[in-house]
């Protein structure tokens, strides 16, 4: 597995367990994060703070493709709402690498309704 896709691997595990720390880890401090009219952020901090708290989820990556200093992830995440009902999200991310680390990060997100 390539540097970049370790990357991308280590961002959705921590992410996943909502460990903060590595996933931060995972950036370049100007990174910019994009969710196609939902939010649009840039550098670590703005990023930490788009994070979901402490809600810990399920990602399963189905697919991961790269070519020159970009991955596209596709997979699916689950995750328990406070209510205990189940949400489930589809995704397929565009991860743009600068020296192994994510500057930029596209993340377009569908709900997926029983």
Not at 80 to 91: A, E, K, M, P, Y
Request: a negative charge; charged letters at 25%; aromatic letters at 6%.
């Amino acid at each position: 597995m390539t540097a970049n896709k370790q990357t991308v691997q280590k961002f959705m595990d921590a992410v996943s367990k909502a460990n903060h720390v590595d996933v931060l880890s995972c950036l370049t401090d100007d990174v910019e994060w994009v969710v196609p009219g939902v939010i649009h952020t840039r550098g670590k901090d703005d990023f930490d703070k788009q994070i979901n708290g402490d809600v810990s989820c399920t990602i399963s990556v189905t697919r991961m493709i790269e070519e020159n200093n970009v991955v596209i992830a596709e997979g699916c995440v689950q995750t328990v709402n406070l209510d205990g009902s189940l949400r489930q999200t589809i995704f397929c991310d565009v991860f743009v690498f600068q020296d192994a680390k994510i500057k930029h990060l596209t993340a377009y997100l569908m709900e997926v309704n029983k």
